[in-house]
């Protein structure tokens, strides 16, 4: 985890303060989306602003009511600018103790340790699921909640990486 502070991932901290807000009202407004896209992909998240504020806002309340997980990722990915690694963070906002951020490097990881046979540069809500399993087993065998264990596998990528990201 202490290697993951200076990585070029997202910030724990302001993700949290979002997931508040959004557990505050049940649902994220246009300028928080993007907030919270902005951390999790600096090169996308511009994308967001591209959704009606009422779009958005109706979507995330929608979602947020839901407890599938699938249907959650599919609805959080409808909106512009929402991948399946945005939508993670989404759901990682709003309980770290349940869920992690995905994305090419956690992939990687977890593909370098052995859970995947081949690497991966896109995600469907169904990547999400194979992820999110391991990484709560591996939270369950540690002292680290999923959120934790999907930064320490950022980390990771980071430190035994040779050669460029994609």
Same mark, same amino acid.
């Given at each position: 985890?202490?290697?993951?502070?200076?990585?070029?991932?997202?910030?724990?901290?302001?993700?949290?303060? /979002?997931?508040?807000?959004?557990?505050?009202?049940?649902?994220?407004?246009?300028?928080?989306?993007?907030?919270?896209?902005?951390?999790?992909?600096?090169?996308?998240?511009?994308?967001?602003?591209?959704?009606?504020?009422?779009?958005?806002?109706?979507?995330?309340?929608?979602?947020?009511?839901?407890?599938?997980?699938?249907?959650?990722?599919?609805?959080?990915?409808?909106?512009?600018?929402?991948?399946?690694?945005?939508?993670?963070? /989404?759901?990682?906002?709003?309980?770290?103790?349940?869920?992690?951020? /995905?994305?090419?490097?956690?992939?990687?990881?977890?593909?370098?340790?052995?859970?995947?046979?081949?690497?991966?540069?896109?995600?469907?809500?169904?990547?999400?699921?194979? /992820?999110?399993?391991?990484?709560?087993?591996?939270?369950?065998?540690?002292?680290?909640?999923?959120?934790?264990?999907?930064?320490?596998?950022?980390?990771?990528?980071?430190?035994?990486?040779?050669?460029?990201?994609?």
């Amino acid at each position: 985890m202490a290697k993951y502070q200076s990585t070029t991932g997202l910030y724990p901290a302001a993700l949290l303060e /979002i997931g508040s807000q959004y557990h505050e009202k049940g649902y994220l407004t246009k300028e928080e989306l993007y907030e919270l896209a902005h951390l999790n992909s600096t090169r996308s998240s511009y994308h967001v602003k591209k959704n009606p504020a009422q779009r958005v806002e109706r979507v995330t309340e929608a979602a947020y009511q839901l407890k599938d997980e699938f249907c959650q990722l599919a609805l959080y990915s409808s909106l512009s600018g929402i991948g399946i690694p945005t939508a993670s963070a /989404i759901l990682t906002a709003l309980d770290k103790n349940k869920h992690c951020v /995905i994305d090419t490097r956690v992939w990687a990881a977890l593909f370098r340790l052995g859970y995947f046979e081949q690497e991966k540069e896109s995600f469907k809500a169904d990547d999400y699921l194979r /992820i999110i399993a391991i990484v709560r087993k591996l939270a369950a065998e540690s002292d680290y909640n999923p959120a934790e264990v999907g930064y320490a596998l950022f980390a990771y990528d980071v430190v035994h990486r040779t050669g460029n990201l994609h």
